[in-house]
T-cell receptor, first 117, second 112 residues
Framework: GAGVSQSPSNKVTEKGKDVELRCDPI?????LYWYRQRLGQGLEFLIY????????KSGLPSDRFSAERTGGSVSTLTIQRTQQEDSAVYLC???????????????FGPGTRLTVL | KQEVTQIPAALSVPEGENLVLNCSFT??????LQWFRQDPGKGLTSLLL?????REQTSGRLNASLDKSSGRSTLYIAASQPGDSATYLC???????????FGAGTTVTVRA
């Protein structure tokens, strides 16, 4: 079946502009995660959605970052007033959640490479 | 705070050699550990997931072991091929949370 998809694959923007990044999780997956990967560094957790529960936003680096998930499916990560340090690859993942072997496996999308000039 | 370390940062081997990738973590109270592969310009592909109650998982030429008490996991890739060239990441999920903590990865080059 279809995997996690993200759009756009690449985004170049000017400092101070707002950007929106989109994630389509695997159908039926109730959990959705956003991560950021800066050049040469490991992945940093940003935000987590699980079903209809309130999202865990504890990883968002500043109030310029926000995310929403509509209808328990598609998610949008918005970065306002972008800064050069926001340049990174933004990865989205989804999982089935719940107990049982394999249900917790996170499946990642190809990412959006954001470059802030 | 969970710290995940992967050594070495880079590895280059001739085709056919076995690969040994190491991952260590500081907090042994984990729920599971997952190994991923990342190709340039692409997302992560899950290779193996080991629950905290398990000692190892195998898939084809890949075998991952977990020693929770010592905070270590090792990924073995048998008879390496040029197609195995990629960055390999390990990630730990804590027992009381769902957020994964990632290592910085080991970049593998298999020379033909």
């Amino acid at each position: 079946g279809a995997g996690v998809s993200q759009s756009p694959s690449n985004k170049v923007t000017e400092k101070g502009k707002d950007v929106e990044l989109r994630c389509d999780p695997i159908s039926g997956h109730t959990a959705l995660y956003w991560y950021r990967q800066r050049l040469g560094q490991g992945l940093e957790f940003l935000i987590y959605f699980q079903g209809n529960s309130a999202p865990d936003k504890s990883g968002l680096p500043s109030d310029r970052f926000s995310a929403e998930r509509t209808g328990g499916s598609v998610s949008t990560l918005t970065i306002q007033r972008t800064q050069q340090e926001d340049s990174a690859v933004y990865l989205c993942a989804s999982s089935l959640r719940g107990t049982g072997e394999g249900r917790d496996t996170q499946y990642f999308g190809p990412g959006t490479r954001l470059t802030v000039l | 705070k969970q710290e995940v370390t992967q050594i070495p940062a880079a590895l280059s081997v001739p085709e056919g050699e076995n690969l040994v990738l190491n991952c260590s973590f500081t907090d042994s109270a984990i729920y599971n550990l997952q190994w991923f592969r990342q190709d340039p310009g692409k997302g992560l592909t899950s290779l193996l997931l080991i629950q905290s109650s398990q000692r190892e998982q195998t898939s084809g030429r890949l075998n991952a072991s977990l020693d929770k008490s010592s905070g270590r996991s090792t990924l073995y890739i048998a008879a390496s091929q040029p197609g195995d060239s990629a960055t390999y990441l390990c990630a730990v999920r804590p027992r009381d949370d769902y957020k994964l903590s990632f290592g910085a990865g080991t970049t593998v080059t298999v020379r033909a």
